[in-house]
Each structure stands twice: as C-alpha cells, then as structure tokens.
Nanobody, 122 residues
Framework: QVQLVESGGGLVQAGGSLRLSCAAS????????MGWYRQAPGKQRELVAR???????VYADYVKGRFTISRGNAKNTVDLQMNDLKPEYTADYYC????????????????WGQGTQVTVSP
C-alpha cells in the first residue's frame, strides 16, 4: 500500500509563500503522476496542480502564475511552491498519486495523503 506524507503547511500572511512537499513510502513502484488537491471548509476537494513523470503539468486556473509544481529529486516526491498567497487559498492540501498515466492529467490518482493545512491570514 502506497503511503503519501505531506509537509510544509502552516500559517502565512497574504502575499507570502509556502512550499509543500509530498513523499511516497512503502512502494518500490515509480509513481507516474503526482499532484495536489485542496479542500476548504464546507467545499468539495478540487484540483490545484498535477505533474507526471515527463514533467507535463496541469494547473487550476486560480493558481496559474502563482504556484509551481515539480517532481522532487528523490524518487516519488512532488513539491508545490506557492507564492503570493491569498486568504481564499486557506484549505487542507492533499497529495495524490497514480502508478499509471491517465489520458486526463487532471484525473486524481488512487493514493492520497492525510493532508497538510495551509492558513493564509489577511
């Protein structure tokens, strides 16, 4: 069973930056696609960004130009650099992963982390 562990969340003021990281364990399989979703209180979970093994990526419109997703140097890791944060970005951020590629890069994978909280104060 693949285990995903997120880190890097926290409290930041509007306009600030955070870097989220996710690492997979308990697997020898290379994860093709990894990404990030977020869920704000009372709202559905939604895509933030995803990236595959050849660095093709997809971003939600609301983060384009602010967030950058990248595969880490270590195997089965993914980072999300978040700049110019806004209070409306406050949410729990979840890492996801898929072993195989999908036609739709935005399609969520089968594996999920426990989430890391991001709070952006005004």
């Amino acid at each position: 069973q693949v285990q995903l562990v997120e880190s890097g969340g926290g409290l930041v003021q509007a306009g600030g930056s955070l870097r989220l990281s996710c690492a997979a364990s308990r697997t020898v399989v290379t994860l093709n696609t990894m990404g990030w979703y977020r869920q704000a209180p009372g709202k559905q979970r939604e895509l933030v960004a995803r990236v595959n093994s050849i660095s093709s990526h997809v971003y939600a419109d609301y983060v384009k130009g602010r967030f950058t997703i990248s595969r880490g140097n270590a195997k089965n890791t993914v980072d999300l650099q978040m700049n110019d944060l806004k209070p409306e970005y406050t949410a729990d951020y979840y890492c996801d992963a898929a072993v195989r590629s999908a036609i739709n890069l935005a399609q969520a994978g089968a594996y999920w982390g426990q989430g890391t909280q991001v709070t952006v104060s005004p």
